[in-house]
């Protein structure tokens, strides 16, 4: 739970920052409208795609294509093979999303770290190294949150504020653990 | 009571032909207070051991079953914890719809009472609508997310737009002027990785650092995908149908669509997706979609509490996530109807319909694709088609109704190996290993390069003027007059080329779905199934059309396909292809003409869609009659009672029910005569969930029946709090406590546990009967009596075993008829014929021996979940 409490903390102050520096610099080099053309080879004149930031009703052959690769007489036939789409997008939308998500990817990666090796080693310092060891032999289990079990014992007994917080994210490790069990070990669901 | 005596009436009338019985059933109808004497058989001491032969029983009937009160009537002090379920079970959904009445009803009452009241009712009333109006916000909001961040993280395996980091390829080349007709997807701003490491565009060095770059970001996307589903929610992998199809049909699996679930699901399938592994987004959005709605229903006391409740919006939710992911709202809704829903009325019909437009209208207006689509793949034809193209479709949907059963046969028989052997000890090996050669595989070729949705786009695209690819290198001539009907042209070498890597990239799908489909990642299935259908008919297509094209005088295509005509449009041909892929995995056909039509938007073209799904249904199910997901949840064996299966056995609950005859005596509690220690022995002892009520030892008839935890919860909250209850208390589920010596300690009451309106069927109801209850009520468990005793308990499991068992024997498997007539003396007449019923069906005395089904019920048990 703590974890989750960070994670959106974090998550919060990300999206407001994205927000921000949406805003800041804003997107000049690539407009968020766009009149695309598509004009199929005619004549002599090879196919060319063209490209002009215009609005909707201005979307058509004859305002999109500068100088006109044909002349007089040929540009109604050649605008008539073209083809002109009016898009839109929101670049904003795409960098926000783009950021955030990337950002939760490398907390989650961050926390996952964090739980398999880091985790282990300071358990490792706090609670000495023979019991650890031992324990270790004993279950044989090198997944992380093996330990779950032992500190939900723990932390039940010593009941603080503190500790109730250790207590729900150890019960969700536990939670984990059995689904993993069930999944990997077992294969009884998920297979 | 009601049920009892219909099927006494309907079935029962020939039955009992001694007189004993017959009297005796009558009095158990007139009710109360008849003291009456009845011997017992020798075989009904399999109730209780200690009963010894032809034992003279007194029976009291006490009067105490008020049929008509309910559960939740006699629910005075409510225990916190009573009425839920654990972890792998199953749902009792009559009682679940009790409970919301009866708390409908409770609101109603109160309405008038005053005006905060009055809100509540309302909030009430409208929390249904609200919470599918949340449900379908989220996943528009989610599915817009992973759109997004899945095509950027794809072509992050080619190169990076330099200007903008966040832009994938397409955005990237937006507003350039530099492209060009040919090349039309190449920018200055866009740099491949060989660009920008080894600074060459062209040339053999630049390819293969590519390629090296593609392997390294398509191994390190997959290693962090599985590494995240490990850690943090080992639920997220697969596609999610298969349990959410069972989840919906009345089973808990606590977390699977949880908070976790919903986030690492979103954050891998983005990883999954990318890292270019033959699966797509679709199933898995449904999955998340269904997160999005359990999560959401917390917030609402109307769903939170009550799991069929629930289940009505996770109908609505996955309709909401198909919606989504094709883009089909309507498709979405059928979908739901037709594949994944177990129970669907009307009500939930409406909110289905309602969230799978909230999560479009949403979609749409975060527009991920700029296309102002909500799918990739959207294609607009406005070509006709021609009678004689029947012939091809019906082909195409022989095509996808083969390929539906090779890829079920040959996934189910991997991953049963991934299930028993000890190759699945390694899931993380087993993505990198497929995930590598897939990358491996997939570059060379650049059709498998390609991202699947944007593979599809393409061949569902027609040849227009304005394309340039290889699949459109017709020979043309430039000074055709026609602008908007192109007619059909002669092939050129870039045809016939990408005809060659279509079909090594038709192979490689085909092999690489059947590995990955199952590995511990999110991967849906629709989409490979649609891009190997859309291969094979834009094949399919290109042939017809260049048949067509140089033998335009054969009489099927004189009549339409003259000289410069437009006659054939291969793209159609890839859209039927996909479709009748899509349905021989899936067997879907309603909701998937449904779909495609939506993405095609063309009316038009349903009579050739529904022609070829069609076809593959039939070729499919010639092959064996369950869909991919049916196949993965027998698999698993959840506890998946599926409505589309007929029962045609003639066996008889008595055959069905446990206990068996060599099994240890049915597991009972009596009304008023046992110990708090008595039940928590039996609790203890037994693994049974719930245990039958009965009157007394010596009267055996029913009273109700309790779940074993309410039993455990409700006992341990009385020792808590209620004083005086300890281990010799008497428990007292009847509703008056009997008169006790003054000295023993106060009893407990449990009657607010009992359940006092317990399914029951007689012995000799048929099966077909029983099953049918089982499926159109959601029963969780049903228990079997003769002349109102129980003889024993029949539970979903028990169905589902049976069920299997005959599956794998030779049919019709009548009861073995000695069994019948040791076990029921009463209902055969004195010469020991069998009922009239069985007359009626052939009885096969087959030489099947008891030790033999023991044997296999002992396996099943194992493999049952």
Redesign the interface.
Known sequence: MAARARLCSLLGSVLALAALVGQVTGVKNFEDVRCKCICPPYKDQPGHIFNKNVSQKDCDCLHVVESMPVSGPDVEAYCLRCECKYEERSSVTIKVTVIIYLSILGLLLLYMVYLTLAEPILKRRLFGHSQLIQRDEDIGDHQPFANAHDVLARSRSRANVLNKVEYAQQRWKLQVQEQRKSVFDRHVVLS | MESEQLFRRGYYRNSYNSITSASSDEELLDGAGVIMDFQTSEDDNLLDGDASVGTHYTMTNGGSINSSTHLLDLLDEPIPGVGTYDDFHTIDWVREKCKDRERHRRINSKKKESAWEMAKSLYDAWSGWLVVTLTGLASGALA??ID??AD?MTDLKEGICL??L??NHE?CC????K????E?DKCPQWETWAELIIGQAEGPGSYIMNYIMYIFWALSFAF?AV??V??????A??SGIP?IKTILSGFI???YLG??TL??KT?TL??AVASGLSLGKEGPLVHVACCCGNIFSYLFPKYSTNEAKKREVLSAASAAGVSVAFGAPIGGVLFSLEEVSYYFPLKTLWRSFFAALVAAFVLRS??PF???RLVLFYVEYHTPWYLFELFPFILLGVFGGLWGAFFIRANIAW?RR???TKF??Y?VLEVIIVAAVTAVIAFPNPYTRLNTSELIKQLFTDCG??E?SSLCDYRND?NASK?VDIPDRPAGTGVYSAIWQLCLALIFKIIMTVFTF?I?VPSGLFIPSMAIGAIAGRIVGIAVEQLAYYHHDWFIFKEWCEVGADCITPGLYAMVGAAACLGGVTRMTVSLVVIVFELTGGLEYIVPLMAAVMTSKWVGDAFGREGIYEAHIR????PFLDAKEEFTHTTLAADVMRPRRSDPPLAVLTQDNMTVEDIENLINETSYNGFPVIMSKESQRLVGFALRRDLTIAIESARKKQEGIVGSSRVCFAQHTPSLPAESPRPLKLRSILDMSPFTVTDHTPMEIVVDIFRKLGLRQCLVTHNGIVLGIITKKNILEHLEQLKQHVEPLAPPWHYNKKRYPPSYGPDGKPRPRINNVQLNPIAEEREETEEEVHLLNSTM?
């Open positions: 817009g997310l997004i961040a950027w200007d903008a966040w832009f955005q937006w507003g350039s002027n492209t060009t007709f040919e039309r962090l590494s995240l490990k850690v943090f929610a080992p639920y992998c697969g349990e699996i606590r977390g908070k976790w986030m690492i954050i983005v990883l975060i527009n700029g296309n102002s991953c991934r299930k028993s699945g000890k899931p003027p304005l340039s430039m602008l199952g511990k698999l698993n064996g959840y979940l």
